[in-house]
């Protein structure tokens, strides 16, 4: 069977998945003060590989990507969780949140809440889940993402 | 300290977490999921110890105080569905692995096991009607993929029901949420109860009563719209039907409990009276059911429907006695419904078939199976010594002194009928000559025989020690009649 040529697709998402990617973490960041957060920013990230399963095929890019998809779920909803019980070694309620200012060498001043680590969660969550549910339906072949 | 009210309920969703990555070690999978599932019991216990000899545990999640952050109210109503929760879950847990095949453990069921209990406890702890709103469909989530967990053409075929029916109440429940909140802008059920007491529930709010009844009713098959519940519920495992018939159904009677104690209650000749009317109808109707077929899990199956009919008795006469005999038989209901359920699948399982018709003289082979079947169906009919006789008993007693004869027939006439429906499957299945054609091979392991002797002993135990249990009943149905001591210790003014 004739391969298809995809120079244009191929080239063009090289491009445009770093492109997304480095906005879906921009996303992450800002969700702070700005919209954005863990969940769109997950969703962009989703998109980003998608983009770049349906650009290169899945055997290549489960080669150069070597995430168990399924696994990225449960790594984010225990990072959720512990983010929640993190709360009880300092004897305050439970998914209580704390924040500080710390000097980085580029960036200046920079606050960090410890939400972040929440959102890291959700977003790990939502790149596994959405990720997981399209190579699935996606994949024709007894799949082992 | 507060956190205390969290522990039942990030127990199981850590757990489900970490089972997930020792998914394809069944061993290590098992043996994990037992000890998480004691430890979860253990600290159920100890919760329930410390909420009904301290009082209720209030936690504010995050530390932002009531109405305007997350809060987990551990009183003594929550608590003790919780343990019971527990104890239904440690009993599955042991029940697992003998009945399940190796397909379906290794695809997660463990996870979505712990998943459907964090649910379930978050359903039961949680103060905020948004909330619940979530953890219904958290548990809901794990339900569906519990349901089609193997794959069969039939399991596919009823949670496709299970799952439309569920959607669409569920919408139902987020349309009223939005109306509660346009009406009274609060979420928070402690304030929402003080602000339609200030205006003395009005119309407007009356209908979104009805709505939520509606939901509730839906989630907890009641009368009109228990038509979706009895054949989803025996598709699955039996270990996953009898999660299913012990919880699920009681965490939307319970929403109404909680509901129609806490805030509506300024308009009873309009909403309390309407639940006697669908109290009846919902016994008459699930045991006419019960009694309609010849498959023994779909009879324990349509005996969730007259359940869930005396337990809203109760609430619809609204006086001590019929609240407490409402939990009491909450209770009760959840513990012999899930023994049932496992028994049920035991007995399909020895016999080859789930059909009456093509049983017959199975006490000459399985004495001990006869005899837990012929107690269990007497702790369900509420014949004396056992705990369903207490909560009934409680229950008449309210009704006859709210002058509701009516329903006090039905009551009694629907505990005859499902004693029957019960009986049958001993008579027809157990009793008779013994067929010498058949070969019975098959021998229940310990594994599954003791989950549901253990639910028997508990069940039996709150009949018996009736005395012992019934003082903490008691007490829950004088803290639900009187709302102001809930408002109060949330709201803290």
Known sequence: MSKPNNLILQTATALIAFILLGFSVYLFFAGHNSPGGGFIGGLVTAAAVVLLYMAYGIDFVNKILPINFRALISVGLLVAFLTGVGSFLFDVPFLSHTFGYFEFPIFGEVELATAMLFDLGVYLTVVGVTVTIIINIANDTKAEV | ?493
């Open chain 2, 1 to 493: 300290m507060s956190n205390l009210a969290i522990l039942p309920l990030i127990i199981p969703a850590i757990s489900g977490v970490i089972v997930a990555f020792t998914n394809s070690h069944v061993k290590t999978t098992r043996l994990l999921t037992k000890l998480f599932t004691l430890i979860g019991l253990a600290v159920a216990m100890f919760v329930a110890y410390t909420v009904f000899t301290d009082g209720a545990i209030i936690l504010e999640t995050g530390g932002w105080i009531a109405p305007y952050g997350i809060i987990l109210v551990a009183d003594k109503l929550s608590i003790l569905l919780v343990l019971t929760t527990n104890i239904i879950a440690t009993a599955a847990v042991f029940y697992a692995p003998n009945s399940l095949s190796l397909r379906q453990e290794t695809h997660y069921f463990y996870t979505f096991y712990f998943m459907l209990i964090a649910g379930v406890t978050g359903a039961f702890l949680t103060g905020d009607l948004f909330n619940l709103f979530v953890f219904f469909e958290v548990l809901l989530m794990a339900s569906y993929a519990l349901i089609v967990l193997g794959g069969d053409k039939v399991q596919l075929r009823e949670s496709i029901k299970y799952v439309l029916i569920n959607l669409f109440s569920s919408m139902l429940f987020v349309t009223a949420i939005a109306l509660l909140y346009g009406a009274v802008g609060t979420i928070n059920m402690a304030q929402i109860a003080e602000r339609v007491a200030e205006v003395e529930q009005t119309g407007i709010l009356t209908t979104i009563a009805v709505l939520l009844f509606f939901v509730f009713g839906t989630k907890a098959a009641l009368f009109p719209l228990y038509y979706w519940l009895p054949r989803p519920y025996i598709v699955p495992n039996p270990v996953v039907s009898a999660l299913f018939g012990a919880l699920l159904t009681k965490v939307g009677i319970y929403s109404i409990l909680r509901v129609f104690s806490l805030i509506f209650i300024h308009r009873t000749e309009i909403t309390h009276e309407a639940f006697i009317w669908i109290a009846g109808l919902s016994m008459v109707f699930g045991v006419i059911g019960a009694l309609s077929t010849n498959n023994i899990k779909l009879i324990i199956s349509y005996n969730i429907i007259p359940a869930i009919g005396f337990i809203i008795m109760g609430l619809g006469i609204f006086n001590l006695d019929a609240l407490s005999g409402s939990i009491y038989y909450l209770v009760h209901d959840m513990i012999i419904k899930s023994a049932l359920f496992l028994l049920v699948g035991v007995i399909a399982y020895v016999a080859g078939t789930s059909d009456l018709k093509k049983m017959g003289g199975l006490i000459h082979h399985y004495p001990l199976l006869g005899w837990l079947l012929f107690i269990a169906a007497f702790i369900l009919a509420g014949i004396p010594p056992f705990s369903g006789f207490i909560g009934k008993l409680l229950l008449l007693r309210g009704a006859l002194s709210a002058d509701e004869i009516a329903i006090t027939l039905i009551a009694l006439l629907s505990s005859l009928l499902i004693l029957y429906s019960v009986m049958k499957i001993f008579i027809r299945g157990f009793w008779g000559e013994k067929d010498e054609t058949k070969t019975y091979t098959k021998k229940p392991s310990l594994g599954l025989i003791l989950p549901i002797v253990g639910l028997l002993a508990i069940s039996v135990f709150l009949g018996i020690g009736a005395e012992f249990v019934y003082p903490s009943i008691e007490g829950i149905a004088e803290y639900l009649l009187d709302p102001q001591i809930y408002i109060d210790s949330v709201l803290k003014e």
